[in-house]
């Protein structure tokens, strides 16, 4: 076993493949105790609330060590169970760490374009129709509740009215006025 890791020319491979790797696994320790070990090496400016999956570059820590499991692991496997010549298993490697960093990037951006804030912009909800969630009281008496789907997630918002009757639920009113100190809409029925 250690004839196959360190033997010949395969420490060129297992030295990366071993930091990589190590690197993964002190990452998923660190996750499951809460912590976060990481470093931007390319000193770009942009951050995450700029552009949701910039912290997916290809010279963060993540992807250099993606890099190196892909090379190390795979130049190996070249070198040693393949039985191919040190450069061909070099450029096996390099075809593989490469594509490991690309797989990692493309992941990461993908998920990071899935976190959204989940705050809303009342004032973006004036003159839009919705259906009344929770039935909303006559004018002075409570407050209800209506669904509304903004920018593809659904809301449900506190609603009340100026009206004297009830408005049930399932009917469609339309948001005319919105009290940012308490959060609610104010409907009149559509």
């Known amino acids: 076993m250690m004839e196959a890791l360190f033997g010949g020319m395969s420490p060129w491979f297992t030295g990366p493949a071993l930091l990589g790797t190590g690197y993964l696994l002190l990452q998923l320790a660190l996750g499951h105790l809460g912590g976060d070990f990481d470093a931007d090496l390319d000193g770009g400016g942009a951050t995450a609330a700029d552009n949701p999956g910039a ?5 963060s820590l993540e992807t250099v060590s993606a890099f190196f499991v892909g090379f190390g692991w795979i130049g190996l496997a070249a070198h040693r169970a393949l039985d191919l010549p040190f450069l061909s298993s070099s450029l096996a490697g390099l075809a593989g760490g490469f594509g490991v960093a690309w797989m990692v990037i493309t992941l990461t951006r993908q998920v990071m374009k899935l976190q959204s804030s989940g705050n809303l912009d009342l004032s973006a909800t004036v003159g839009r129709e919705a259906p009344v ?33 009830l408005i049930g639920t399932n009917t469609m009113v339309r948001i005319i006025q919105v009290d940012s100190a308490t959060g609610t809409v104010v409907v009149e029925p559509a």
């Open 55 to 59: 912290e997916a570059r290809w010279l």
């Open 133 to 165: 969630y929770i039935a909303i009281p006559p004018a002075g008496a409570g407050v209800g509740r209506v669904t509304l789907v903004v920018n593809n997630t659904q809301h449900e918002i506190s609603a009340r009215q100026t009206g004297a009757e």
